[in-house]
């Protein structure tokens, strides 16, 4: 939750801001945390879970990219999520 606080402070007056965490950031964590940003930022969580297929999903608050590595990034943003 503490990355979330500094995301606002360093960047308040941003659009999108976008979070990169691993597995061991629950759900219920990236919630929390969310409600720190104000809503006018929206926000993309890339979550880095190895050898996890990509998927995206859209919460209320943000939307979850996961990843099974790095390397998954260009291919997930180029929207090659199948």
């Known amino acids: 939750i503490r990355e979330f606080e500094r995301v606002y402070q360093q960047a308040g ?3 999108l801001a976008i979070m990169v965490t691993g597995a061991k950031t629950g ?16 926000l993309l969580v890339v979550r880095v879970v190895l050898g996890e297929e990509i998927r995206m999903r859209q919460t209320a608050g943000f939307v979850e ?13 180029r929207g090659g999520l199948i």
């Open 65 to 77: 990219l996961t990843i099974g590595t790095l390397e998954d990034l260009p291919r997930a943003l």
């Open 27 to 42: 759900f219920e964590d990236l919630q929390r945390g969310r409600i720190m940003i104000p809503y006018h930022i929206k």
């Open 13 to 15: 007056d941003a659009s």
